[in-house]
């Protein structure tokens, strides 16, 4: 317990401030808010046992915050706070997943430094109160990724791992099919690995099944009702962006700046936040520095994946590098890109940035050790401003007509 004081303090103080935020400026809800709670009320009367959200065919993530809020709404009473209570408790969860994630990838002081960066991200922070049926995916990215790693890094790889990987995926994918590619992603390079056996591979298989078997009757039995909404929500359409200057101006000169700030919940507002400048240079610089000896060697990438990331950290970087392609692609191919779509990569951009910041305080260079700290102070400071920035305004944000009716826009309403 010693070991981990300083993760402790930090959980303490983010659960604090969590929960103060939920008491000072989320009070409210907006619409599928409304219908979450809604199927939380009617479970707990037994009038109705939903296995997606009301009016979809999809987001079963949406449909496990509602029985798990009828248990709140059973002890506290049906209210906002006892709703948006389960969704803080969640991401406290994740929060320490996402430290035994950095701990599996690095070292404490990484994941100690990362933690910091990842509890302090505005791309997330409005989200740790959200109930859409996005937590238990955000629980599964750090999940999974662990499970990635014992199988990688242990030498005599043993069945029941592969078993509770597939089975972890399986209702990953379930609860919330935004998850597929980054599922992909780690499926393919498992299978990279040289030295899979054919009998764990189909025990991971028959997991994977066995966890979304749920859907999978479920699309037998609803005419493919499920599998049919995917399909028409990610036609790929906008993976035509990247023929187009234009729209790859539009992505990463207009879109991450505010992708990184904290206003994430639905749609792009039109001005970009400080914040999110700040963070999109610290991820930039993660990412190139990471990057720089497989840009200069670019043969150590299939070393990498061969050898299961298992021979240093250099090669833990590229699997984050990987994964935030992959997370990346559901963002990209979407007929509307909305920050939703790309909030997994946050994660392993916050792991990147910890990895960042332990090179640099362990540098001998005076110069490197006083950038990192630097780039600590601006993450930290940028992070709380945020922080206490929504702390101050209750306000529903949501879609509105505008131009005469003819397009959307996003506004704020007080709550």
């Known amino acids: 317990m010693r070991r981990h004081a300083l993760f402790i303090g930090v959980l303490v103080l983010i659960a604090a401030a969590r929960f103060a935020i939920l008491l000072m400026s989320q009070t409210h809800v907006h619409s599928d808010e409304a219908i979450i709670g809604l199927m ?90 959200q109930v859409r049926g996005y937590s238990w995916y955000f ?18 790889r043993r069945w029941p791992l592969f078993l509770l990987f597939g089975a972890t995926s399986g209702l990953s994918i379930w609860s919330l099919e935004l998850g597929i590619s980054f ?10 690995r040289r030295s899979l056996s054919l009998k764990n591979a189909l025990v991971a298989l028959a997991g994977f099944v066995a966890g979304y078997s749920p859907a999978i009757v479920f699309n037998l039995t609803h005419h493919f009702a499920n599998w049919n909404s995917v399909l028409e929500k990610t036609g790929g ?60 060697s670019p043969s150590k990438i299939v070393e990498a994946i061969r050898g299961g990331f298992a021979r240093g950290d250099d090669e833990r970087d590229v699997l984050l590098l990987l994964l935030i392609s992959a997370c990346f692609v559901p963002y990209v191919t979407a007929p509307v890109r909305v920050p939703g779509y790309f909030l997994a990569g946050s994660f392993f951009f ?30 930290v400071i940028a992070g709380t401003a945020v922080i206490l920035d929504t702390a101050r305004h209750n306000q529903i944000e949501t879609l509105t007509l505008c131009d005469r009716g003819e397009n959307y826009c996003m506004t704020r309403i007080p709550g």
């Open 237 to 296: 359409g906008g993976i035509t962006a990247f023929y187009h200057p234009e729209a790859l101006s539009q992505i990463f000169v207009t879109e991450m700046p505010k992708f990184f700030g904290g206003d994430t919940v639905l749609w792009y507002y039109p001005e970009k936040p400080a914040a999110g400048f700040v963070f999109y240079t610290i991820a930039l610089l993660a990412a190139g520095v990471a990057a720089w000896p497989f840009i200069r």
């Open 40 to 129: 939380g009320k009617h479970i707990l009367e037994g009038r109705y046992f939903p296995f997606y959200m009301y009016g979809q065919a999809y987001n079963a993530g949406a449909a496990w915050e509602a029985y798990l809020a009828a248990i709140a709404f059973a002890f506290f009473g049906v209210s906002v706070i006892s709703l948006k209570s389960c969704i803080v408790v969640l991401s406290l969860l994740c929060l320490i997943l996402f430290y035994w994630l950095c701990q599996a990838l690095y070292d404490e002081r990484t994941a100690f430094l990362a933690t910091i960066v990842f509890a302090l991200t505005p791309s997330l922070l409005k989200w740790q109160f």
């Open 350 to 379: 916050a792991a990147m940035t910890g990895r960042l910041l332990a090179r640099c305080f362990a540098s001998p260079r005076t110069l490197l050790r006083f950038g990192g700290a630097g780039i600590l102070a601006a993450a």
């Open 139 to 156: 629980l599964s990215i750090p999940l999974l990724t662990i499970l990635f790693l014992s199988i990688q890094s242990t030498p005599n």
């Open 183 to 192: 599922n992909l992603a780690l499926w393919v390079l498992i299978l990279m």
